[in-house]
């Protein structure tokens, strides 16, 4: 049982004295309508680090399928932002 228990354990960093970490912050940034990819396109042109989780979905129409990537959250990129 005390295996399991370390296994969820979170673990922290300590820093050496007279040292500052700074994690970089993540932000959720609201876009257009459909407009997620070339957000996210714009923002990695100007060299911010971006994150646009997409799914894979099947559309059927009565002639044919296509599997095309979905935005996970609608209307959303996320981007990091260094201090």
Avoid: N
């Amino acid at each position: 049982m005390s295996s399991i228990q370390q296994l969820w354990e979170p673990t922290l960093a300590v820093p050496a004295l007279g040292a500052v970490v700074e994690e970089p912050h993540w932000y959720a940034i609201h876009t257009r309508a459909r407009h997620e990819k070339s957000v996210t396109a714009q923002l990695q042109r100007k060299g911010v680090t971006t994150f646009l989780p997409l799914i894979r979905q099947t559309h059927r129409w009565s002639d044919r399928q296509k599997t095309i990537q979905c935005m996970l959250f609608d209307c959303y990129t996320f981007v990091c932002l260094e201090s």
